[in-house]
């Protein structure tokens, strides 16, 4: 059964170039959210195999939505994705909980790699 994944950043463009990437490689986008809080209500609504969160995010950022996910459901799988330079957010988020990190610009097969990593 294909896995289904929730795109979690601020830039569609960023949305739609991710959603590319999964439903091309078989995975289902079972929904997007613009800012952490959408994060979080579309984290209940749908249960994902797989969160693909942007840190920076206006409203509540990433890292926030992280804590909450993960306090909501502690085995909730989460891929950080970060632009250079927020080594120390990086950090934060793994230390919350987060599976692993993917840095801005894609790299498709990166995406791919750490999503086959995370729920295979």
């Keep these: 059964m294909a896995k289904a994944v929730l795109i979690c950043d601020d830039a569609a463009f ?6 590319d990437i999964l439903s091309k490689n078989g995975y289902i ?3 997007e959210a613009a800012n952490g809080q959408e994060a979080v209500a579309k984290y209940k609504e749908v249960n994902p195999d797989l969160v693909l969160m942007d840190i920076t995010m206006p ?6 939505a992280l804590k909450q996910i993960k306090a909501d459901d502690p085995n909730a799988s989460v891929i950080m994705c970060s632009a250079m330079g927020q080594q120390a957010m990086v950090v934060e988020a793994i230390q919350s909980g987060a599976k ?3 840095v801005k610009p894609f790299q498709a097969d990166r995406v791919l790699e750490a999503v086959k990593k995370v729920i295979g």
């Design 14 to 19: 960023m949305r739609m170039m991710i959603k």
């Design 29 to 31: 986008v079972a929904g």
């Design 59 to 64: 409203e509540v950022d990433g890292i926030q």
């Design 100 to 102: 692993d990190f993917i």
